[in-house]
């Protein structure tokens, strides 16, 4: 009986550090996909901050991963951006762009 209690216990803490993982994983894509939408609006961290009505601390300590958004702050660096916050959840932009500069490095290649 031990033994099984152990290894419920055990388990139990496995499946936790999985999903702690996946969470850090996905916080760090959007906040990575964050910072890419504001360097491509060719913004500074200071005038994103500004745009958005926050301190340039907090801009940087989102973008770093030392704070986590809520979503109303969310929302303000979206509206900053003038981009839709899904941007920020997914990655086909990204991937578009990339085969994109594929395709023209190709033809300015080959023509």
Not at 6 to 12: D, G, R, T
Not at 60 to 78: A, D, F, H, V, W
């Amino acid at each position: 009986m031990f033994f099984h209690v152990v290894c419920q216990c055990y388990f139990v803490h496995i499946i936790k550090i999985m999903v702690e993982k996946e969470y850090q994983e996905q916080l760090d894509f959007v906040l990575g996909r964050l910072k890419e939408e504001r360097q491509k609006a060719n913004m500074s961290q200071m005038e994103l901050s500004f745009a958005a009505g926050l301190s340039q601390n907090q801009v940087n300590c989102i973008e770093s991963g030392r704070n986590i958004p809520n979503l109303y702050t969310l929302i303000k660096l979206c509206a900053a951006l003038n981009i839709r916050p899904e941007i920020l959840f997914s990655s086909a932009n990204n991937e578009r762009e990339k085969i994109r500069n594929e395709i023209i490095s190709l033809v300015k290649k080959y023509v």
